[in-house]
């Protein structure tokens, strides 16, 4: 006859996450809402300068150039805070590879499955950061075009 027989599996590594690096979700999440509310904004004062340049008001000029600006100036907040994700990103990833280099080092027998899987959280934040620095990045790419084409467009104009 045959036994009933299961077989368990015991983890080498149970992941936890360390304080900055939940703090530092939390800074990505709200990155991407900013993102998102600056976005919306960008898009509504690109909107508003198409139906200046349609109106062809006489006070169109100081309107169109205060939307523009505003617009210019968010639009290069995406590319400020891209760089600055990247540069906390690093950070980030930097203390997060001592402390597995720490914990490896102090282990009386080190593991190097353990220090894979741990390294592997370690990465994980970083690649989150990555994935929103290429947002905002894109982001910053096509409201620039956006406004070039606006202005473009008005500098044309007789």
């Known amino acids: 006859m045959q036994e009933d027989a299961t077989v ?44 200046l340049e349609a109106e062809n008001s006489s006070n169109e000029g100081s309107d ?8 210019h100036r968010y ?7 891209s760089h600055l994700t990247l540069l906390l990103s690093l950070l980030v990833l930097a203390m997060g590879s001592i402390n597995v280099l720490a914990g490896v080092s102090t282990a009386k027998a080190p593991s190097v499955p353990y220090a894979a899987a741990s390294m592997a959280d370690a990465i994980t934040p970083f690649s989150l950061a990555i994935v929103v620095c290429i947002v905002l990045y894109c982001c910053a790419m096509f409201f ?14 007789p």
Do not use: H
């Not at 169109?64 to 617009?71: E, V």
């Open 64 to 71: 169109f150039q205060a939307y523009w600006y505003l617009c």
């Open 144 to 157: 620039d075009a956006m406004l070039a084409r606006r202005k473009s467009k008005r500098d044309q104009q």
């Open 8 to 51: 368990s599996f015991d983890p080498i590594y149970e992941g936890n996450t360390t304080w900055f690096q939940r703090l530092f979700v939390f800074y990505l999440f709200s990155v991407l809402l900013l993102t998102i509310y600056r976005a919306t904004r960008v898009a509504w004062g690109i909107l508003k300068l198409w139906k």
């Open 75 to 81: 639009k290069e907040s995406f590319k400020k805070f």
